[in-house]
């Protein structure tokens, strides 16, 4: 059975940094490109970032572009996403995916940026 488990989601401020992972079990993530997506509330989900699969070729959506940065570890079957100068639009519940419309996705980690 594959499992995507977030994590490192919580409450920040405007300007604020977080780093969220994603622990990947039932697959080998190195043979999959891994996707971060988000939904905001009341909002459908959105793709925010995407990785091929040896790391070595990452896009992002505009909304994030320069603030966030995802990588991996393949040998630990992780994902992660760092997230710089986080603001109020960037409150949403965060997913790993393994495609990029969030199709096959973890729970979530919920991500508040607030002052």
């Known amino acids: 059975e594959v499992q995507l488990v977030e994590s490192g989601g919580g409450l920040v401020q405007p300007g604020g940094s977080l780093r969220l992972s994603c622990a990947a079990s039932?697959?080998?993530?190195?043979?999959?490109?891994m996707y971060w997506v988000r939904q905001a509330p009341g909002k459908g989900l959105e793709w925010v970032s995407q990785i091929n699969r040896g790391g070595t070729s990452t896009s992002y959506a505009p909304f994030v572009k320069g603030r966030f940065t995802i990588s991996r570890d393949n040998a630990k079957n992780m994902l992660y996403l760092q997230m710089n100068s986080l603001q109020i639009e960037d409150t949403a519940v965060y997913y790993c995916a393994t495609d990029p419309g969030g199709g096959r996705r973890g729970q979530g980690t919920q991500v508040t940026v607030s002052s």
């Open positions: 039932g697959l080998t993530s190195r043979n999959y490109w």
